[in-house]
């Protein structure tokens, strides 16, 4: 392949089953002539996003604001949803503890992380399959041509199964079940009757028949306008998980609504606001154009940032590139991850101190954590946890109290479930002592009724308290999403906010006092990895090794208030 220095993507040749694409890329330093298929064999329902990327990138605003969809999206979570280790990891451990259900566990996980590999396997008369492909992902390095394995690779479905959720996954999703119970837990629906030269792929935008016939010719689709993709049941098909566990003789025991974000929003004041896009696909300002080929300017185009919490794994994705097969560059990831930080950092919780009020030998006050994320926070995926780090401190600044304090290895100081993996620390109205602390978590329960980071093992909440958005009220929330355990019976603990009374005996002393509170986050916590130590395979081994190297930036401040107590 010859590589040609330039800005631009040009023109799109058409020719007997191929399609010339001259595509510029920026962010990849050079531009590459190749030969795209335009449906490669037996690609009956999909294409990659290597069709998409060369004339849905190298886009800008007015202002000069990159904003190329295919770029942004190629260093997301939803992009590298099937070379995420934390989920190799995580079903590699559900099969060694329920191996008679391999089959049943690699069709359910792959439904949304290989999205595309098991909608064409079920359309074939299969099932989704994981482990066969891992091999085949790995293989596409970072240091090949962008897009050349998936491209070229001799077996089809693994360069559906590498591809993530892409492009023509979300953009196939029919609307004709949206709010039903079917459309959730991976019910979405793409139409597997079309003839591939037939197919539609569904855009907020009209296109004029012009930009249509190229399209075609690059992908193999025809653009349909619609509204649908701007709904929260777009996302809710995916993001709804409800497993079905067993016991430790492989028995059913019951299910989890293991997550449940879009039912959490449905029962928040941000269902008259706000979907799921307005906040993880950020609005760009004023007019610009989606493509850089044939660019026509267009009213209130999303970025497909696809922000959310995990800037923890977006690093490690750019520190093992190449062992994971991920295309997007390093400086790409590390973009992401800072996109996800200043997230975490100001558009999801505050923190206030309240009340605070000293006499002698001791010192009260209220720590009031408000949620400003339209779903509980954290919420989905179990692993994931929020807590209070309070420390007051004398005149000196000599720490006279502290609770909450994050170690560098993940841990928090005080927490029960991290020093102990059989218990777990309950939900605090006040705390009178340094070994209390409040955390934010969903810790699941086995069928006996014991503490479990077994997804499969978990049939119910031992403990929910969660942070809850604005306008959910407790009393009325459905099974899926209630609060449990003490945060039920608290009266502060209220939707958008928890109000948590600190009363402590300290030394008497006249010197003033600096009180610190502070809010953090984990998309993994301690636990959940410290679990996978036991699991002697591949898959949960190389993730302990990655979370190892990366744990000392795993905690992620998300607010902080101070004020001195006289």
């Known amino acids: 392949m010859r590589l040609m220095r330039k800005n631009k993507a040009a023109v799109l040749l058409a020719s007997a089953g191929t399609v010339s694409v001259l595509i510029g890329v920026v962010g990849w330093g050079y531009l590459a002539k190749a030969a795209v298929p335009l449906m490669p064999i037996n690609h009956l329902l999909f294409a990659t996003s290597s069709h998409c990327i060369a004339c849905h990138s190298d886009i800008h605003t007015s202002g000069g604001e990159d904003i190329s969809i295919g770029w942004q999206w190629r260093a997301t979570m939803m992009a590298n949803a099937s070379r995420d280790p934390y989920w190799h990891a995580g079903i590699r451990r559900e ?67 590498a591809d993530g959720v892409s492009c023509t996954v979300c953009h196939q999703i029919r609307p004709d079940n949206f709010g039903q119970e079917s459309s959730l837990d991976g019910g979405y629906l793409i139409d597997r009757q079309k003839q591939p030269e037939q197919r539609e792929l569904f855009g907020r935008f009209e296109i004029d028949k012009g930009r249509a016939r190229a399209m075609h010719s690059a992908t193999g689709f025809t653009p349909a306008q619609t509204d649908h993709l701007q709904r929260s049941e777009l996302c809710a098909s995916c993001h709804t998980l409800l497993t079905q566990a067993f016991d430790d003789q492989g028995r059913p025991a019951g299910s989890l609504p293991e997550q449940v974000p879009y039912q959490e929003w449905e029962h928040s004041a941000y269902v008259e606001t706000n979907s799921c896009q307005s906040c993880h696909m950020p609005a760009v300002a004023g007019e610009a154009p989606i493509t850089s080929v044939l660019a026509k300017q267009r009213p209130d185009v999303r970025r497909h940032v696809f922000v959310g919490g995990n800037s923890f794994m977006l690093r490690i994705f750019k520190d093992h590139r190449d062992e994971l097969g991920v295309v997007a560059p390093a400086e790409e990831l590390e973009a992401s991850a800072q996109r996800t930080d200043e997230f975490l950092a100001t558009a999801t919780a505050g923190v206030e101190i309240r009340n605070e009020r000293r006499t002698a030998g001791r010192i009260d006050f209220d720590v009031v954590v408000t949620n400003k994320a339209g779903h509980k926070l954290p919420t989905a995926y179990p692993s994931r946890r929020a807590w209070l780090h309070v420390v007051v401190r004398d005149g000196s600044g000599t720490v006279v109290f502290e609770s909450g304090a994050p170690r560098p290895n993940g841990s928090i100081a005080g927490n029960d479930n991290d020093e102990d993996a059989g218990r777990f620390e309950p939900h605090y109205p ?137």
């Open 95 to 161: 099969v060694m503890d329920h191996p008679a259900a391999q089959s049943a566990i690699e069709d359910k996980c792959s439904t949304c992380h290989m999205p595309m590999q098991r909608s064409q396997a079920q359309a074939e008369g299969g099932s989704g399959q994981v482990f066969r492909y891992l091999d085949a992902i790995r293989s596409g390095t970072a240091t090949a041509e962008p897009g050349a394995i998936l491209a070229n690779a001799t077996d089809v479905k693994a360069t559906l199964a």
């Open 430 to 566: 006040r705390i009178t002592s340094a070994d209390q602390v409040q955390i934010y978590d969903s810790i699941m329960g086995d069928f006996a009724g014991r503490v479990t980071t077994g997804l499969l093992f978990g049939t119910h909440y031992l403990k929910d308290n969660r942070l809850l958005p604005r306008g959910f009220v407790k009393q009325t929330a459905s099974e899926d999403v209630a609060v449990r355990g003490p945060a039920a019976d608290d009266a502060d603990f209220t939707g958008g906010a928890d109000s948590v009374s600190y009363s402590l005996t300290l030394p008497d002393s006249a010197s003033p006092l600096t009180v610190t509170a502070r809010l953090y986050f984990q998309s993994i916590g301690f636990r959940w990895a410290q679990n996978l130590r036991a699991y002697n395979a591949p898959e949960p081994q190389r993730f302990v090794r990655y979370y190892d190297e990366q744990v000392s930036q795993a905690s992620k401040l998300l607010a902080s208030a101070s004020v001195s107590a006289n």
